[in-house]
């Protein structure tokens, strides 16, 4: 399967644990961007990212987040000390290159919080 | 704020017949417009897009049109089939051929009924 790989797909955190997403891009592409998707509502941008370098995260809060893609390994969004609230899917998408469109999306982690 | 609307929640249509599906945007800067196709547990699947320099694209049985002064776009499905029954995001982004901060509708939840 040469898609976008995302695991886990489903990750269960007590409050104040920390979550670790992880996303492998499609073979070929160096981009690689992190959406949120609450229930009953749309994917919300989160974080843009190129190996080694964050682009754009200006949708990330401010404060427990952070992302990362380094030279070698996948792409890692991380949550610390988690509340209630971050419970919500999380999608990985990849594109070869930063005009490129569209984004090709994994199947997303479900992420919930005791 | 809502840059991106899709203001049906779900609409329900017999197979065989059109689903349309709309969405409005606010942004004048949005120059590419997408649709994605999810299925539930799934990631999103591009299905259709279209440049701000053209008013309608076409792809088998999935056209999108865009009507810049509306700033209004609509997919259009014809002839409906069950296996159509997903959530459709409308998506826009500026910057050319597309950019790294793509916005995403609500998504309307669309039912064929066999």
């Known amino acids: 399967n040469a898609g976008v790989m995302q695991n886990p797909r489903h990750l269960v955190r007590r409050r104040g644990q920390e979550a670790r997403l992880r996303c492998s891009p499609m073979k070929g592409h160096s981009h690689v961007y992190w959406y949120r998707q609450l229930p009953e509502e749309g994917l919300k941008f989160m974080v843009y990212l190129q190996k080694e370098n964050i682009i754009d995260e200006s949708g990330m809060p401010k404060e427990r987040f952070s992302a990362e893609f380094p030279k070698e390994g996948p792409s890692i969004l991380r949550i610390q000390q988690v509340v209630r609230g971050d419970s919500a899917a999380y999608f990985c998408?990849?594109?070869?290159?930063?005009?490129?469109?569209?984004?090709?999306f994994g199947d997303g982690t479900r992420l919930s919080i005791l | 704020d809502q840059q991106v609307k899709q203001n049906s929640p779900s609409l329900s249509v017999q197979e065989g017949r059109i689903s349309i599906l709309n969405c409005d945007y606010t942004?004048?800067?949005?120059?590419?417009f997408l649709w994605y196709k999810k299925y539930p547990a799934e990631g999103p699947t591009f299905l259709i897009s279209i440049s701000s320099i053209k008013d309608k694209n076409e792809d088998g049985r999935f056209t999108v049109f865009l009507n810049k002064s509306a700033k209004h776009l609509s997919l259009h499905i014809v002839p409906s089939q069950p296996g159509d029954s997903a959530v459709y995001f409308c998506?826009?982004?500026?910057?050319?051929?597309?950019?790294?901060?793509?916005?995403f509708g609500a998504g309307t939840r669309l039912f064929v009924k066999a």
């Open positions: 998408a990849s594109s070869p290159g930063v005009q490129s469109q569209p984004q090709h």
């Open positions: 998506a826009a982004s500026d910057g050319g051929t597309g950019g790294f901060k793509t916005i």
């Open positions: 942004n004048s800067m949005f120059d590419y």
